[in-house]
C-alpha cells in the first residue's frame, strides 16, 4: 500500500510568479510518478510522467522533479497565469494505482 | 477530449436500488479503470482490465463488480446502493497493461447521486 500526501491547503499566487506544489510518500519508492490536472467536475488530465532514474523533467513551463531518498516529487509551474487555477493531483502505481487529494492552485490576476 | 466516453453523466437513484455505469476506452487502449472520487476521499482506484481481464483490484467494495467486454467497452455494477456511494465515478484508459508505465486518458465521469 501508498500514502501520498499532498499540500493540503489551497495555493494562492500572483501571475506570473513560480507555483510549486509538493507530493510526499511514504512506503516503497515506484518506478514512476505522475502528475495530473483537474478542473471542477472533469476528469484529471495528463501532464507529466517521471521515472525514478530522472531527477526533472519538463515541459513547456512545467517542471517535476523526483527524489527517491526524500520520498517526494515537486511540481513547478513557471510565469504563472490564471488558466492554471486547477486541482494538481500526482500519481503512484504500485498494486493498484494512488492518487493523492490534490493541491488547489488558484492564480491571482 | 480525451476519447473516453462514459455513460450516463447524472444518474439519481435510491438507496437500495442498482446501477450500470457504461465506458468506452480510446481506440486501441486496452486496459480500463475505474475510480470513485467523493469530496472527502479524493480520487480513489477501485479496478483494473486489461484485454478482458482484472489485472489490478483497489478498495472496491463487494457490492461493485465490473467486466470488461471483448469489444473493449466495461461496465461498472453498483449494487445495494446507499448515500455515502454519492460520488462521481471516472472511467480512464491506457494502451498498456501496467499502471504507471503511461498516462490514463480519463473520461468526463458519471455523476451518481443515491437519495
Known amino acids: 500500500s501508498q500514502k501520498i500526501e499532498q499540500n493540503s491547503e489551497a495555493l494562492n499566487i500572483q501571475e506570473g510568479k513560480t507555483a510549486t506544489l509538493t507530493c510526499n510518500y511514504t512506503?516503497?519508492?515506484?518506478?514512476?510518478l505522475q502528475w495530473y490536472r483537474q478542473d471542477p467536475g472533469r476528469g484529471p488530465v495528463f501532464l507529466l510522467l517521471?521515472?525514478?532514474?530522472?531527477k526533472e523533467k519538463r515541459k513547456e513551463r512545467l517542471k517535476v522533479t523526483f527524489d527517491t531518498t526524500l520520498k517526494q516529487s515537486l511540481f513547478h509551474i513557471t510565469a504563472s497565469q490564471p488558466a492554471d487555477s486547477a486541482t494538481y493531483l500526482c500519481a503512484l502505481p504500485g498494486n493498484q494505482f494512488y492518487f493523492g487529494t490534490g493541491t488547489s492552485l488558484t492564480v491571482i490576476p | 477530449d480525451s476519447g473516453v466516453t462514459q455513460t450516463p453523466k447524472h444518474l439519481i437513484t435510491a438507496t437500495g436500488q442498482r446501477v450500470t455505469l457504461r465506458c468506452s476506452p480510446r481506440s486501441g487502449d486496452l486496459s480500463v479503470y475505474w475510480y470513485q472520487q467523493s469530496l472527502d476521499q479524493g480520487l480513489q482506484f477501485l479496478i483494473q482490465y486489461y484485454n478482458g481481464e482484472e489485472r489490478a483490484k483497489g478498495n472496491i467494495l463487494e457490492r461493485f463488480s465490473a467486466q470488461q467486454f471483448p469489444d473493449l467497452h466495461s461496465e461498472l455494477n453498483l449494487s445495494s446502493l446507499e448515500l455515502g456511494d454519492s460520488a462521481l465515478y471516472f472511467c480512464?484508459?491506457?494502451?498498456?497493461?501496467?499502471?504507471?508505465?503511461?498516462?490514463?486518458?480519463f473520461g468526463p465521469g458519471t455523476r451518481l447521486t443515491v437519495l
Open positions: 512506503n516503497y519508492s515506484p518506478a514512476y
Open positions: 480512464a484508459s491506457s494502451p498498456q497493461r501496467l499502471a504507471g508505465h503511461n498516462e490514463q486518458f
Open positions: 517521471i521515472r525514478e532514474n530522472e
